[in-house]
């Protein structure tokens, strides 16, 4: 449920049991993520030991977690806005492993976000709008949840926390004030852990700024294309195969964005992303999860 400072806290039955990783697992270089399921020796005193990670469903390497059902990806149109380039680059990793995506614009209270709403519906992603402060949106939320693991990612000050509380207000989990002079949050969730909301498992994870986005995972050139929900109808259609997407005469993907089928933001983010694949090194794609 919970991995800080070489402990793990595991769920047995009901009950919270800490651990600690077997030296075995190092020489195994296996690292227990959040959301793993695990076998466990306990000890005498009432705590434990990791004995063994069972194989995993799928794993993120930010935010660190394993076996997860869906991303909800936490946004906000004020103090601060989210760059949809980090949303974008966020959703193409979880597109790509498989993973449901949900985009939750928070604080439209302050801010209903028209256009992140417009943009992220138009290319298939169930969208909703919240509020933290008044509740609103809360319970369809819940809804989305319910029987699934999912995790809570975005950049720092979007509220990931404040929509937990809200969910449950008996989690009372640390939320900062986002500096008004620097439009962003600060840090107040530095490590991982699941909660239980009804019958779903929620994980609130760190935020990152731009600068961290930089380090989340990042798909091969090849696959970045079909990580983009609404690329897919016209990824072949294109008149070269091998189409880039990104500047071929003929190319499918480019008309529909010219005709406005396709957001301009969307092929935006697509064309950071494929040059920083393009020009990625292969003892960096070995590091990624």
Same mark, same amino acid.
């Given at each position: 449920m919970k991995a800080l400072s070489g402990f793990y806290y595991v769920d047995l039955a009901g009950e919270t049991v800490t651990c600690r990783g077997r030296g075995k697992l190092r020489h195994q270089r296996v690292s227990p993520l959040v959301g @793993? +399921? *695990?076998?466990?020796?306990?000890?005498?005193? &009432?705590?434990?030991? %990791?004995? !063994?990670?069972?194989?995993?469903?799928?794993?993120?390497?930010?935010?660190?977690?394993?076996?997860?059902?869906?991303?909800?990806?936490?946004?906000?149109?004020?103090?601060?806005?989210?760059?949809?380039?980090?949303? @974008? +680059? *966020?959703?193409?990793?979880?597109?790509?492993? &498989?993973?449901?995506? %949900?985009? !939750?614009?928070?604080?439209?209270?302050?801010?209903?976000?028209?256009?992140?709403?417009?943009?992220?519906?138009?290319?298939?992603?169930?969208?909703?709008?919240?509020?933290?402060?008044?509740?609103?949106?809360?319970?369809?939320?819940?809804?989305?949840?319910?029987?699934?693991?999912?995790a809570f990612t975005g950049n720092s000050g979007v509220g990931k926390s404040s929509v937990l509380n809200a969910l449950e207000p008996t989690f009372a989990i640390e939320t900062g004030e986002v500096s008004e002079k620097l439009g962003r949050g600060r840090h107040t969730t530095r490590h991982v852990e699941l909660f239980r909301v009804g019958d779903a498992l929620v994980a609130d994870t760190p935020g990152f700024s731009s600068f961290e986005a930089e380090r989340l995972d990042l798909l091969d050139k090849e696959a970045l294309g079909a990580s983009f929900r609404e690329f897919r109808p016209y990824l072949d259609r294109c008149r070269f195969v091998g189409c880039s997407h990104t500047k071929e005469k003929g190319c499918a993907v480019l008309e529909a964005v010219e005709a406005g089928a396709i957001p301009q933001s969307r092929h935006d983010s697509y064309m950071r992303l494929y040059l920083e694949a393009k020009e990625r090194r292969p003892w960096e794609e070995k590091q990624t999860l």
């Open positions: @793993d +399921r *695990v076998e466990i020796t306990l000890n005498s005193d &009432g705590t434990g030991a %990791v004995e !063994a990670v069972l194989p995993r469903r799928n794993q993120l390497a930010r935010p660190a977690v394993a076996n997860i059902d869906q991303l909800v990806i936490l946004c906000a149109n004020v103090n601060p806005i989210s760059d949809p380039y980090l949303i @974008d +680059r *966020v959703s193409s990793v979880a597109e790509g492993k &498989g993973y449901e995506v %949900v985009v !939750a614009i928070n604080k439209c209270d302050l801010d209903p976000g028209d256009t992140l709403a417009k943009t992220y519906a138009a290319a298939g992603f169930p969208v909703l709008r919240i509020s933290a402060a008044t509740g609103e949106g809360v319970g369809e939320l819940r809804a989305l949840l319910q029987g699934k693991v999912s």
